[in-house]
């Protein structure tokens, strides 16, 4: 028997989970196709959201309108999954030199900056070292990712509208709208993170993947309840346990670990914790990262009905519900994005 939708979404990372959350609010029928993948990038996904970063302390792009939208949706999903995985917490940014503790005072006292930077804090030196000082980076937030995408895929499960499927391009049937073996769909939107690079309809976007490699590590000394950030970060997760990491590497696109990761990761690690810590886990994820670092939308421009969202790289937590409500108001209302996110902004 034929299914008729109104969308069909492929790939049920952060990005086309929220695309599916929104589709849903607004009352419209979908079908989520994804093949479960334990090294995709939200299932690896450190889950932090920091409003100010760098040396020089810079706000993250559009952080003051998509930190408060993505509170309130995560907050909202946390209930209707009755589950909680999103978490506000502060960050100490660990200065390397007294440089960067005055860079910090002279940055926390701009307006624009004020709700973000915190007091200079000196932590306990047997745990975390602070020769310098820690600025506390405020509205900070811990996702965990892994565990929301698996609770929203268990809920499209117990709803009928997952397919847990490889999607299989020779199958998709185009004419004024899009069928999908047994499914007919007004318009489809592909959400494959770095898997793009595979789709024949969006494969000449120029995404710049980022491979990312991080630990978990068991440090029973550590009695930090707060992110520790300095080059890399380290994330209480409870139980003793904490994720460290992230590597960026731009040449090697398998999803494994490697000992060279492994060892970038320790030699930061060991600069700031001064207690006993043992490897649980490693893990390996690529970033849909983009050249301009801006998530990219939109349809294709010789076939209407199929669309496009991804492109966000380091920050799906923060990006992914905001432009997933901007996106689908963009296509309800029959208008373009804007330039510096469109996929119009490419020759494909
Ligand atoms: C090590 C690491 C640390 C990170 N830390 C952070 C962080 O602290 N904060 C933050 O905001 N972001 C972080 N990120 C980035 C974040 O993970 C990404 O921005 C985000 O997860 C991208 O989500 P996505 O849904 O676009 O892609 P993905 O998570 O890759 O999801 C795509 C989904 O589509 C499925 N799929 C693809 N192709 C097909 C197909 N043909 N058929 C069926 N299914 C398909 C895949 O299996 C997958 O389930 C980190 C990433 C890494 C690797």
Redesign the pocket.
Known sequence: MLRQVDYII????????MIAHFLLKRGKKILV?????PN???????????PVTGRKMVKTWLIDEILPFAKEAYKALEKDLNISFFFERDIYKIFSSQEDAEIWKVKKSDSEYEQYMGDIVFLDETEVKTPYGAGIIKQCCW?D?PGF?KAYRAFLSQNGILLA???N?EQLELTEVVRYKDTIAEKIIF??????Y??PFFKKIPFAF?????LIIRAEKLKTDKIISRNI?IIPKGNDLYTV???FIWDDLEETVTELGRKEIQSKLNKIIAVDYTIVQE???????MPDRRPVMGSHPDYPQIYI????????????PYFASYFLDSIDNGTEVFREISVNRFVI
């Open positions: 492929v790939g049920q990372g952060i990005a086309g989970s196709v994804d093949e479960y993948n995709a990038s939200s299932n690896i996904a450190a889950g932090v959201v920091n996702m990712v995408t499927e490889e999607f391009f959400c494959e993170g770095f898997k793009a595979k789709n980022a491979k990312g490699e991080q970060f990491g992230s590597t893990n390996a994820g690529i970033r849909p990262a969202f991804n492109g966000m790289g380091t920050k799906g937590v923060s990006l992914s």
